[in-house]
């Protein structure tokens, strides 16, 4: 661009080009804060119904606010140039950091930690994307790639941004593409040299491979009859899962991450072939989700999943490359044939008084089952024989008193229930009926937990379910002892099941909580809040976006008197999950407590590694109850008469 200048804007320098437009490093004139303006090519500010199509998107796009996706602030129009306004993500050097040249800088092999934030950051940001309604249809990205994502180094740690949602649907998965290489071409040799000086050619071709390897099979082969789906998005995060570990695409019959890198210890193979799967239906939907719980389960025989042939890939590839080398007399055809057509009210958060009361818990003590030991099996073929036959000793199982956690009393009455902002599953917002009960103040640690385990003699219930799984937790075994590990004995407890969950409350004559009361506790005594802290939280608030647990109490408890209600730990709940339950809820609002039978148990909270969204006192997350994770833990309940 020949201007220094573009409207309110003075430019810095150029920061790269995209499908669509050139991008430029600019200061605002009055404001002086940096922003990234990308100025749209010429061929697309002429063409009034991509204009029109693009200002009705922008004005959607503009209302996405996810931390891990690039904020789209505002279109303009000066000098004859139409530009988007976005934030600029650059470091103290103006310089961008693109994944591509973040791994290219990082070497062949990531700390496992490292892939597991990049891509825990980049599932948050699809599945808040894909919650988001998008001119009759579901945001979804398109085109999700190393070039469109940008990482930045931060007190806390990596952070990731994607940027470009929406704009493939615009131009088409096709154009976009071809649009990307044709301008690569002509930067580097120009037009008159486009198809004879190779080595440009070889790195553009480069380029065009990378972006292609990326779609899903349903935007490479329309004759696959699959429509694309928030799905298609999550194809593309599985090939960014296994470049990041392997550093390569996924084809033909590639070797799985546990053979790249056998030093990792998730269970990346079981999340890579989920979300490769040719089929839309059989990808998971929720990424988040599908990362708590692939990555924490053991090893799986994956040899039935569907994966893409490659064969078909092979001759698809080849047909598609010859088309996109034809950029000189066919080109103009080619491009036919692949056109797709707040600031912050206080007085809104309103505190609910709560009278003195003199009610005390009642604590009802219940009887564990203590492991029990048959009697041999073999002893009635047993002869007078002139040998000595050996009698196993029988464990002896010592008392060990629990170490009880101070509760408080959450006043029944009248109270709101979800939220209208959340996900589909958080809907609608509607009033309950609870009666009083108690809670405890902070969730289980390991030092209360540990006396349990001591007592049950082991990792199973009476009904061979698993309580815990200590490789998870913060508990080991050593020459026949339990353990703690040094500086956690405070720190909540994690790796236990819902069954463990369970059994422990029985063992201390509590039980675990509703997830109605769980939310209304979590709320504090505020209405019309987001979070336990009111309309905000930070991380002086909660332990969410961090590297792992803090001890119980670390930060300010809410209205309730209530610790950790907030991130740290998941928490689990008595219910059963259902996606639609809330709907039912509506109908039967005296004391739910969930749906009668199910697939999975209902967890709360947020954890140590989540992201804001997560925080918020309606969010709700579910799995079997038989899984451990290194961030699901619980607290008890208990009735109040």
Same mark, same amino acid.
């Given at each position: 661009?020949?201007?220094?200048?573009?409207?309110?804007?003075?430019?810095?320098?150029?920061?790269?080009?995209?499908?669509?437009?050139?991008?430029?490093?600019?200061?605002?004139?009055?404001?002086?804060?940096?922003?990234?303006?990308?100025?749209?090519?010429?061929?697309?500010?002429?063409?009034?119904?991509?204009?029109?199509?693009?200002?009705?998107?922008?004005?959607?796009?503009?209302?996405?606010?996810?931390?891990?996706?690039?904020?789209?602030?505002?279109?303009?129009?000066?000098?004859?140039?139409?530009?988007?306004?976005?934030?600029?993500?650059?470091?103290?050097?103006?310089?961008?950091?693109?994944?591509?040249?973040?791994?290219?800088?990082?070497?062949?092999?990531?700390?496992?930690?490292?892939?597991?934030?990049?891509?825990?950051?980049?599932?948050?940001?699809?599945?808040?994307?894909?919650?988001? &309604?998008?001119?009759?249809?579901?945001? /979804?990205?398109?085109?999700?790639? +190393? @070039? $469109?994502?940008?990482?930045? %180094?931060? =007190?806390?740690?990596?952070?990731?941004?994607?940027?470009?949602?929406?704009?493939?649907?615009?131009?088409?998965?096709?154009?976009?593409?071809?649009?990307?290489?044709?301008?690569?071409?002509?930067?580097?040799?120009?037009?008159?040299?486009?198809? &004879?000086?190779?080595?440009?050619?070889? /790195?553009?071709?480069?380029?065009? +491979? @990378? $972006?292609?390897?990326?779609? %899903?099979? =349903?935007?490479?082969?329309?004759?696959?009859?699959?429509?694309?789906?928030?799905?298609?998005?999550?194809?593309?995060?599985?090939?960014?899962?296994?470049?990041?570990?392997?550093?390569?695409?996924?084809?033909?019959?590639?070797?799985?991450?546990? &053979?790249?890198?056998?030093?990792?210890?998730?269970?990346?193979?079981?999340?890579?072939?989920?979300?490769?799967?040719? %089929?839309?239906?059989?990808?998971?939907?929720?990424?988040?989700?599908?990362?708590?719980?692939?990555?924490?389960?053991?090893?799986?025989?994956?040899?039935?999943?569907?994966?893409?042939?490659?064969?078909?890939?092979?001759?698809?590839?080849?047909?598609?490359?010859?088309?996109?080398?034809?950029?000189?007399?066919?080109?103009?055809?080619?491009?036919?044939?692949?056109?797709?057509?707040?600031?912050?009210?206080?007085?809104?958060?309103?505190?609910?008084?709560?009278?003195?009361?003199?009610?005390?818990?009642?604590?009802?003590?219940?009887?564990?089952?203590?492991?029990?030991?048959?009697?041999?099996?073999?002893?009635?073929?047993?002869?007078?024989?002139?040998?000595?036959?050996?009698?196993?000793?029988?464990?002896?199982?010592?008392?060990?008193?629990?170490?009880?956690?101070?509760?408080?009393?959450?006043?029944?009455?009248?109270?709101?229930?979800?939220?209208?902002?959340?996900?589909?599953?958080?809907?609608?917002?509607?009033?309950?009926?609870?009666?009083?009960?108690?809670?405890?103040?902070?969730?289980?640690?390991?030092?209360?937990?540990?006396?349990?385990?001591?007592?049950?003699?082991?990792?199973?219930?009476?009904?061979?379910?698993?309580?815990?799984?200590?490789?998870?937790?913060?508990?080991?075994?050593?020459?026949?002892?339990?353990?703690?590990?040094?500086?956690?004995?405070?720190?909540?407890?994690?790796?236990?099941?819902?069954?463990?969950?369970?059994?422990?409350?029985?063992?201390?004559?509590?039980?675990?909580?509703?997830?109605?009361?769980?939310?209304?506790?979590?709320?504090?005594?505020?209405?019309?809040?987001?979070?336990?802290?009111?309309?905000?939280?930070?991380?002086?608030?909660?332990?969410?976006?961090?590297?792992?647990?803090?001890?119980?109490?670390?930060?300010?408890?809410?209205?309730?008197?209530?610790?950790?209600?907030?991130?740290?730990?998941?928490?689990?709940?008595?219910?059963?999950?259902?996606?639609?339950?809330?709907?039912?809820?509506?109908?039967?609002?005296?004391?739910?407590?969930?749906?009668?039978?199910?697939?999975?148990?209902?967890?709360?909270?947020?954890?140590?590694?989540?992201?804001?969204?997560?925080?918020?006192?309606?969010?709700?997350?579910?799995?079997?109850?038989?899984?451990?994770?290194?961030?699901?833990?619980?607290?008890?309940?208990?009735?109040?008469?």
């Amino acid at each position: 661009m020949s201007t220094k200048v573009i409207g309110d804007y003075n430019i810095i320098k150029t920061l790269g080009n995209s499908s669509f437009a050139t991008v430029y490093l600019a200061e605002h004139k009055y404001m002086k804060t940096k922003h990234a303006l990308k100025v749209i090519d010429p061929e697309f500010s002429n063409d009034e119904d991509f204009i029109k199509r693009f200002e009705e998107d922008v004005a959607i796009l503009t209302t996405l606010d996810h931390p891990a996706i690039v904020r789209v602030q505002s279109i303009s129009f000066s000098d004859g140039k139409y530009f988007l306004v976005t934030d600029a993500i650059v470091d103290s050097s103006n310089e961008v950091l693109s994944l591509q040249r973040y791994l290219d800088y990082k070497g062949d092999i990531l700390p496992e930690v490292e892939v597991e934030s990049i891509l825990r950051q980049v599932a948050s940001a699809l599945d808040y994307a894909h919650k988001c &309604k998008f001119s009759n249809d579901y945001l /979804i990205h398109r085109s999700i790639k +190393l @070039n $469109n994502i940008f990482v930045k %180094s931060t =007190e806390l740690g990596l952070r990731v941004y994607i940027s470009d949602f929406g704009i493939s649907r615009l131009l088409g998965e096709g154009k976009a593409i071809f649009q990307t290489q044709q301008k690569a071409l002509l930067q580097m040799v120009g037009n008159e040299n486009l198809i &004879k000086n190779p080595v440009p050619n070889v /790195i553009a071709t480069y380029d065009f +491979l @990378n $972006n292609f390897s990326f779609l %899903s099979p =349903e935007q490479k082969f329309k004759d696959l009859d699959e429509d694309i789906t928030t799905r298609t998005d999550v194809y593309s995060f599985g090939v960014l899962a296994y470049f990041l570990i392997a550093r390569q695409f996924p084809e033909g019959y590639f070797d799985l991450p546990s &053979k790249i890198a056998p030093e990792y210890k998730l269970n990346w193979d079981l999340l890579v072939c989920k979300c490769l799967q040719k %089929s839309v239906k059989r990808r998971p939907e929720l990424l988040v989700e599908a990362i708590n719980s692939y990555l924490s389960t053991e090893s799986s025989d994956i040899s039935s999943m569907e994966i893409l042939s490659w064969k078909e890939v092979e001759r698809k590839v080849e047909n598609a490359m010859q088309m996109s080398f034809e950029f000189s007399s066919d080109f103009n055809k080619l491009e036919k044939d692949l056109d797709d057509t707040k600031p912050i009210d206080n007085s809104s958060v309103k505190f609910t008084a709560i009278e003195d009361t003199d009610q005390k818990p009642i604590i009802n003590p219940q009887k564990i089952d203590r492991p029990t030991y048959e009697d041999d099996p073999g002893a009635i073929f047993q002869k007078e024989l002139n040998v000595s036959y050996y009698q196993p000793k029988k464990v002896e199982i010592k008392e060990v008193e629990p170490l009880l956690t101070e509760m408080v009393i959450i006043p029944g009455g009248t109270y709101l229930r979800g939220s209208d902002n959340g996900s589909r599953d958080e809907k609608p917002k509607h009033n309950i009926v609870i009666k009083s009960f108690a809670l405890d103040i902070h969730p289980i640690t390991n030092e209360q937990f540990v006396r349990f385990l001591q007592f049950m003699g082991g990792e199973k219930d009476s009904n061979n379910n698993d309580i815990i799984r200590l490789r998870s937790s913060r508990i080991k075994r050593s020459g026949g002892r339990l353990i703690i590990e040094s500086g956690y004995a405070k720190h909540p407890l994690v790796g236990v099941t819902w069954y463990g969950a369970q059994a422990y409350a029985k063992w201390v004559g509590k039980r675990l909580p509703t997830e109605a009361e769980w939310e209304i506790a979590c709320f504090g005594g505020l209405e019309n809040a987001e979070y336990p802290t009111g309309i905000n939280i930070d991380h002086t608030q909660a332990n969410f976006f961090n590297s792992d647990t803090t001890s119980v109490m670390s930060y300010p408890p809410n209205g309730y008197g209530l610790y950790d209600m907030a991130g740290n730990i998941y928490e689990w709940c008595e219910d059963w999950y259902a996606y639609n339950y809330y709907d039912t809820s509506v109908q039967e609002p005296e004391n739910p407590t969930g749906p009668h039978q199910g697939v999975y148990r209902v967890l709360r909270g947020g954890c140590w590694k989540s992201l804001k969204d997560d925080m918020r006192c309606s969010h709700r997350h579910r799995n079997n109850p038989g899984t451990v994770n290194g961030t699901y833990g619980f607290r008890c309940a208990t009735d109040v008469s």
